[in-house]
């Protein structure tokens, strides 16, 4: 379904589905005052966009966090029609979604703990990372359960001091250790359970590329590219760059890279450029229908606190989405908004189920559209504003919306 239709999907736990809502009126978005509209067809582009800086290296999209708040399953489609060649997500219960969609596209999960069944993984052909010697033991076991080997990425730690194995001159601890971690992945494909396809690690400074440590974690992962392939593993990729390091630091591309929030057009680096200094437009708009506006005498305090007094005779608009919604506290009194073509800050603080705007003489009826941000084509607010003004960083603004914003879908195929 091209531009002409449009899907809407409540997130999970999001009230009834929406084939069990009414249809009378404006249809099933009559029922939320808000919506976060998601251009697939942007993130298509955007990952051609960022293909096409990585010359012949392969794309991962990090799809992970209902693909950073945008829909896990139709960001996951439009990023494979962009010419992504796998996907990335953090918990095993977002790949088994995926497959359960009927994606077939290589997938990765990463975020594994003891205990995890990894049985349904392993029969849908997921890709389960190991950090440590218990998880190829568990994938060994699952594999034997399937009858049907297991396959993994090794990951390796070069410096965030995150999950993965340390990559060090000399065994400090087996649990932990890269050499023992290869050793054991290279004995596991040997028997035929485990067949291990690539190893990865990932930047701790990718936002700052002059950092020492980029190109230090550079050189770490060579030397576990190196340990990994003298233990005898076949190894088909190598991949540590995430959206900064795609964007900023070439010597980092090695056989695939493996964006997330670029995919979805926001700069990881915006003291360093714009999503359009790199070819990419943001993907979602989040919108809200007024619930009230009246007008209110000087000196009315606005909100909890009373933090905000009215200057004078003025309007103010309630917008019905607060932080139990997504729409962060911190960004009380700052965060921005567009009504009307025109920008106004939050007044006072925000709640949690709506923020007060105050308009000053602009005509503003309940039902008005309210723009919490977009791509800045038409001045409104982006999510960098939002993350500007909350003192945070895009990846949370967009990943704060939770089940009382309905995700609406255009352009792509659905």
Known sequence: MGEAGVGVVP???????????????????????????????AISNNVRALRERVGGAELMAVVKADAYGHGLVPSARAALAGGACALGVAQPSEALALRAAGVDAPVLTWLVAPGTDLVPLVEAGVEVAASAPWALEALADAAVATGRPAVTQLKVDTGLGRNGAFCLPVSTDPRTDWSDLVDLAARLESDGAVRTRGVFTHFAYADAPTHATVQGQQDVFADAVRLAEKAG???????????????????ATWDMVRPGLAVFGLSPVPDLGASADYGLRPAMRVTARAALAKRVPAGQGISYGHTYLTPGATTVVDVPLGYADGVPRHASGAGPVQIHGRRFTVAGRVCMDQFLVDVGDLHVEAGDEVVLFGAGDDGEPTAQDWADAAGTISYEIVTRFGPRVPRVYVGGQR
Do not use: C, K, Q, Y
């Open 11 to 41: 997130p999970a736990g999001a009230l009834p589905p929406t084939s069990a809502l009414p249809t009378t009126g404006a249809g099933p978005l009559a029922l939320w005052p808000a919506r976060a509209t998601i251009d697939l067809d």
């Open 233 to 251: 593993l076949d190894l088909e990729v190598r991949h540590m760059s995430n959206s900064a390091a795609t964007l900023t630091s070439r010597s």
